[in-house]
């Protein structure tokens, strides 16, 4: 005789298991009318509802790709110059070396006879003259460039100024939405200095600007005497 076992069943009730299905089903609804209420409610959405302020977004959008355009190649234009700066540079050195060594050698073969010596240091200011002319002419050069490097270099700084003026007022618009005033203009901030701090600074920041002209100036000026010491034996 096996011993009966007492099975309990629990049994819930249709009405509760519907009240849990209709429950969830409310959440979900009212999560998606939520969702659904933000989304049109976003500044994106008046935007895009909005012809004027669409437009605006969209040309400004253009706008701001030119500005990394004309970054880019500003940066590029400047690594340009930096490079033939240091070629005109280097240019300038190696001539003075060459130069140096034929003074040199045209010394130590004429220093045996002293009357042919006599009338080399009398012409001293040929090779003189010849090493100031072509000083000056890579001194142009490097000021040109220089001037053009500095020209570029502010260009640049306006084009970044403007392009983070502009991208404040697309930012702003995405927020705002239809709320902004399309009559606004992107203005970039510049820095208002007193004419005493421009006077003051002026002659520095020229001689910073210019430091590789004015170190190949001095470079010349002490050059041009060299022929005298090397062919008179000074």
């Known amino acids: 005789m096996g011993a009966s076992k007492d099975t309990h069943i629990v049994e819930i009730p249709v009405d509760q298991e519907h009240h849990h299905q209709n429950h969830h089903k409310n959440l979900l609804c009212s999560m998606t009318n939520n969702m659904i209420e933000a ?5 994106l959405t008046e935007i895009s509802e909005s012809p004027g302020h669409l437009l605006l977004l969209k040309l400004w959008q253009r706008e701001e790709d030119l500005f990394a355009k004309r ?26 070396g060459f130069f140096f060594i034929l003074l040199f050698t045209s010394w130590d073969n004429t220093n045996s006879d002293q009357h042919h010596d006599q009338s080399v240091c009398k012409k001293w200011w040929v090779p003189s003259m010849v090493s100031l002319c072509t000083s000056f002419v890579f001194v142009f050069l490097v000021q040109m460039k220089v001037h053009r490097y500095w020209k570029v270099w502010g260009q640049l700084q306006r084009e970044r100024n403007d392009g983070r003026a502009l991208a404040r007022c697309i930012q702003e618009l995405r927020m705002k939405g239809a709320s902004f005033d399309l009559s606004k203009e992107p203005q970039s901030g510049k820095r208002m200095k007193s004419s005493s701090v421009e006077i003051k600074w002026k002659p520095l920041t020229w001689c910073s600007k210019n430091l ?9 000026g002490l050059a041009f005497p060299a022929s005298k010491f090397v062919l008179c034996g000074l």
């Not at 989304?39 to 500044?43: F, G, L, S, V």
């Not at 590789?212 to 010349?220: D, K, Q």
Request: glycine share 0%; aromatic share 16%.
């Open 39 to 43: 989304i049109e409610d976003h500044p």
């Open 71 to 96: 970054i880019a190649h500003k940066e590029t234009r400047m690594d340009s110059i930096k490079a033939e700066l240091f070629q005109l540079s280097s240019f300038f050195f190696i001539f003075h």
């Open 212 to 220: 590789l002209t004015i170190c190949l100036v001095c470079f010349t």
